[in-house]
């Protein structure tokens, strides 16, 4: 075996383990396709592809669709495989060996794992007991470690916590660097900083497909930032990162704006319902603005509680041993139907302990 990198030697690698049961709620996803017409008319232009030619490296049909969608200049709009390549891409060009990041904890352990692959210093801030940001704490970590990149994840994964805008404001004030808000789950809350950006302000917001669009399968994501930043990150990611498929996916997707708005709204109503139901449960239910909510037990371990759901055929996942996240799992909300299985596993299985 040939050696790693020295400060790659103690990486862990990201994991997600994929389990074959009924009723999987364990990463986020849409718990329903795309409307069957997105499918018919991406069909219809695969065909006429030409195969044979690179695809337009920078993706200008889509860029411009997001952009319209947002009310932005396609020159702020910087699109990529995932958000995570989005995140990736922004941290190959601002982050890096004598740099440092910074992340508020427990938040996506993404930012700070991909982060440290660039050979960046990570420093975490911690949050309140109720997973909220204190402006204490931000104004410490910020003004101490000056970093050139700080993350703030709204709502935030794996809390389901939405930061309120005065905390982004104070945050981008103090921050010397960049500021990257990950929106990933913003169309299930209540507001996004989207229009906070501006060719003045050194702040991002990056958004996915993969959750509010039901596109996991084709990883597509974006930001949407000043021109500036954009431009530096196309210098940085591979010359054409994008296939001509995903740019065809996602162009087309935003034609079905409506249909996206109606899956979000049955997503929020079901989080409600199942928040509510479980309120009346022995296990505490932390307030969500996602697509999904973290619970923690009372009465039992996390990971036993995970382990019972799994015996009754529905996945969730486990956080119980994530640091800060002592016994928490996080349950991604699905249809009707997965949600009344999980309901009622959670019920047997709380309700065994207590026989
Ligand atoms: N950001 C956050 C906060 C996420 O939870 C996720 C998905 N788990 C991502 C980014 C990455 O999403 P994708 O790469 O599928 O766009």
């Not at 495989?81 to 508020?104: D, I, K």
């Not at 410490?140 to 809390?159: D, G, I, Q, Y």
Request: proline fraction near 7%.
């Amino acid at each position: 075996m040939i050696p790693v990198r020295d400060d790659l030697r103690a990486l862990e690698g990201y994991h997600s383990p994929q389990v074959d049961v009924r009723v999987r709620l364990n990463t986020n996803e849409s718990p329903v396709p795309p409307p069957a017409a997105w499918r018919d008319a991406f069909a219809a232009e695969l065909s006429r592809v030409e195969w044979h030619r690179y695809p337009d490296r920078s993706a200008s049909a889509l860029r411009a669709a997001i952009a319209a969608w947002h009310g932005v200049d396609p020159a702020q709009v910087f699109a990529a495989n995932g958000s995570n390549e989005v995140l990736q891409t922004v941290l190959l060009t601002y982050a890096g060996p004598g740099r440092t990041v910074a992340t508020f904890e427990p938040t996506y352990q993404l930012h700070g794992h991909i982060a440290r692959i660039t050979g960046a210093t990570v420093v975490e801030g911690e949050r309140a007991a109720d997973f909220t940001l204190d402006p204490d704490e931000v104004r410490r970590v910020v003004e101490s470690a000056r970093p050139h990149v700080t993350f703030l994840c709204s709502p935030n994964n794996p809390t389901g916590v939405v930061e309120p805008p005065e905390r982004l404001d104070e945050l981008v004030a103090l921050a010397p660097g960049l500021v990257v808000v990950d929106e990933a789950y913003a169309q299930f809350a209540d507001w996004s900083a989207l229009d906070r950006v501006d060719d003045d302000v050194p702040m991002a917001v990056v958004r996915t497909f993969s959750k509010t669009w039901s596109m996991a399968a084709s990883r597509l994501g974006y930001l949407v930032g000043p021109r500036w930043l954009v431009a530096e990150l196309e210098k940085v990611v591979l010359p054409y990162h994008l296939d001509a498929a995903k740019q065809i996916a996602g162009r087309l997707a935003l034609d079905f704006v409506d249909d996206m708005d109606d899956r979000v709204a049955g997503i929020v109503a079901e989080r409600a319902r199942i928040s509510d139901a479980m309120a009346g449960l022995d296990v505490e239910v932390f307030p969500s603005g996602a697509n999904f909510v973290l619970i923690r037990p009372r009465s039992m371990g996390g990971h036993d509680l995970w382990q019972a759901l799994l015996d009754r055929d529905v996945l969730v996942r486990d956080c119980s041993s994530w640091p800060r996240l002592d016994d928490c799992l996080r349950v991604t909300v699905g249809t009707p139907d997965e949600n009344d299985a999980f309901l009622t596993a959670l019920a047997g299985a709380l309700s065994e302990v207590h026989a």
